[in-house]
């Protein structure tokens, strides 16, 4: 069945993002299937972990409220439509890889990016996703790290991102001026 997910809130994401797009109606569904199938609340321990940095991240961080800023927006750059949803608080969540053969094309190919993204959208959300169940959080919770000054431009870095070179504690930037191999 196509999109349910109110046509306002819909307008708000794209406004959100800047633009519509096929990436974006790729979000917006697999939030959508999040929503679905997940209890998000302002309350609920949720935690989304996206497979690319596509245009689609910023629908679901609109419509799930999942945020970087928050720590419970993840992203491992594998460059895949894959989206993973946890719910902390009932241990219970799944990842959805999204099946772009799903989305059919007409004979003479979608005319243009608007096609592609009318059809994302009314597609039926079981055919967009692959799904498999997820047992266990696919990452742990936020921690609070002390701050560290890094020697060489006395800026403060997380702890757990200080590099050590030559007895100097460095941030990762300094640290690749000294260090050529990475």
């Known amino acids: 069945m196509a999109c349910m997910i109110d046509k306002k809130k819909i307008e708000e994401t794209i406004a959100f993002h800047g633009h519509s797009c096929p990436g974006l109606a790729i979000g917006i569904r697999a939030a959508e299937l999040a929503l679905n199938r997940l209890d998000f609340t302002a309350k609920a321990n949720m935690v989304c972990v996206v497979e690319t940095d596509m ?3 910023d629908g679901i961080q609109y419509l799930t409220g999942c945020t970087f800023g928050k720590g419970n927006l993840i ?4 460059g895949k439509p894959g989206f993973t949803f946890f719910d902390r608080d009932n241990d219970t969540g799944f990842r959805a890889l999204f099946q772009a053969d799903a989305v059919k094309e007409p004979s003479g190919g979608f005319a243009d990016r608007e096609d592609r993204t009318k059809a994302i959208m009314a597609a039926q959300l079981d055919d967009l996703f ?53």
């Open 130 to 182: 692959q799904v498999q169940p997820v047992k266990v959080p696919p990452v742990r919770p936020a921690r609070i790290l002390e701050s560290m000054t890094c020697q060489e431009c006395k800026e403060k870095v997380m702890e757990s991102r200080i590099r050590r070179f030559a007895g100097k504690n460095l941030c990762i930037p300094c640290f690749r001026l000294q260090e050529q191999k990475i």
């Open 75 to 78: 992203h491992k750059d594998y």
């Open 55 to 57: 245009c689609g991240v």
